[in-house]
């Protein structure tokens, strides 16, 4: 059978084959920890899961509009609002199925053939093959970890042309945990304004952040970034939501917004109607489950990152955001691939190794997993290490 060029280039998402390897491998009996999901351990908050219970009893189960509820919209204006000091109307806000589901369509509308979508790296593994299912080329930019995995203005500057259409900006990011400070968002939004060209601005992970940073989105430096940005963010990580499927975009180009509605409502349809009154529920009602999992998470990374200073085989920058560490391997010529395999095998240990995400000299470690498990997992390194 002839498949489609396009899909003929696409790579396995590394996470989600890991994650599924593991479970496999837990079912036949392995006792193993797991290190590589992508996703918060905590149950999704009572008050969310109601909210989808009582939509179902009373029988929000049929289509809405493609785009999502009117509802859904207006609060998702009033967060923006609220955390972001960005206004929006609901006319500019697309729902979708996950936040990947966003930005899929985005560059989807955007990018014609031999179009070039610049992407700072390490990155999130599935920004590349979004781009060049777009037909688009991804330009990837390699950052210094000296600089916290950041983007350089100069790199960025010598990278555009006039064949540059967008820049995809992660803060904080999945796999560095790196956030971006308002003076580097106002030096990378000086540089796009210059070369009109868009920011799509992934910001998922804004509620998971340590002390003594803070998310800043670059749409909300100035009115001129601010026409210049979709901003793309969703309920899985902030509310422990992953499985329920439902992320948003918001720009006030009126043609963007209006593209991806009729590629949505020709691919997906609408997201789930049941979904969207739980993420009604989630951005309306408490947000103290955000500051639980954020304390329970300091807790985690301050810990592990202890741990991992005891070791020599890896090394890594402390993450400002996120839950994930990105961890440099100290033994030459021992690749990441490799490495993860190893740790598997011999000691019972799921890693994810970072070649999709950039680098063949580095792990992801997330520990979205109890403190139980991250002593213990820590402690099966330390031994392995030792043979």
């Known amino acids: ?149 950041k983007l350089d203005v100069g790199s960025l500057k010598s990278s555009i042309n006039n064949k540059t259409r967008l820049i995809i900006l992660n ?60 901003v793309v963010n969703g309920v899985s990580k902030s509310f422990s939501m992953t499985g329920w499927r439902i992320g948003y975009l918001a720009t006030p180009k009126k043609e963007i917004v209006e593209a991806v509605s009729n590629l949505q409502s020709h691919s997906t349809s609408n997201p789930t109607s049941i979904s969207q009154m739980a993420s009604l529920a989630a951005l309306e009602g408490d947000k103290g489950c955000i500051e639980e999992m954020n304390t329970e ?15 020599k085989l890896l090394s890594c920058r402390p993450p400002m955001g996120s839950f994930y560490l990105f961890c440099r391997i100290g033994k030459k010529g021992l690749q990441a691939a490799k490495l993860a395999e190893r740790l598997l095998d011999e000691a019972k240990v799921v890693v994810v190794p970072c070649e999709a995400f950039g680098s063949g000299r580095h792990i992801r470690l997330s520990f979205a997993t109890s403190l139980e498990n991250i002593k213990e997992g820590m402690d099966r390194i330390k031994r392995w290490e030792r043979q």
């Open 1 to 149: 059978m002839q498949l489609s060029s396009r899909i003929k280039g696409v790579k396995e998402s590394v996470t989600l084959g890991l994650s599924a390897r593991a479970k496999r491998l837990k079912a036949e009996g392995a006792n193993l920890i797991d290190f590589s999901a992508g996703e918060p351990d905590f149950d999704t908050p009572v008050h969310i899961k109601e909210a989808a219970i009582k939509a179902i009893r009373e029988g929000f189960t049929k289509y809405t509009p493609a785009s999502g509820i009117e509802k859904l919209k207006e609060a998702i204006c009033k967060k923006f609002k609220r955390d972001n000091n960005l206004q929006y109307s609901p006319s500019q806000i697309i729902v979708s199925c996950g936040a990947k589901h966003s930005l899929y369509n985005i560059l989807q509308v955007l990018c014609q053939k031999d179009d070039e979508v610049i992407i700072p790296s390490p990155y999130w593994l599935s920004y590349p093959e979004m781009v060049r299912l777009s037909e688009a080329r991804p330009v990837i930019l390699d950052c210094d970890e000296a600089n916290d995995f």
């Open 297 to 311: 998470f300091q807790r985690r990374r301050d810990y592990i990152l202890n741990r991992i200073k005891a070791l």
């Open 171 to 230: 803060s904080p990011s999945n796999p560095t945990g790196c956030v971006y400070t308002k003076d580097e968002l106002e030096a990378i939004a000086e540089i796009v304004l210059n070369n009109n060209i868009l920011v799509v601005s992934d910001e998922i992970y804004e509620k998971i952040i340590y002390k003594g940073f803070k998310h800043i989105s670059i749409a909300s430096l100035n009115k001129e970034i601010f026409e210049q940005t979709i």
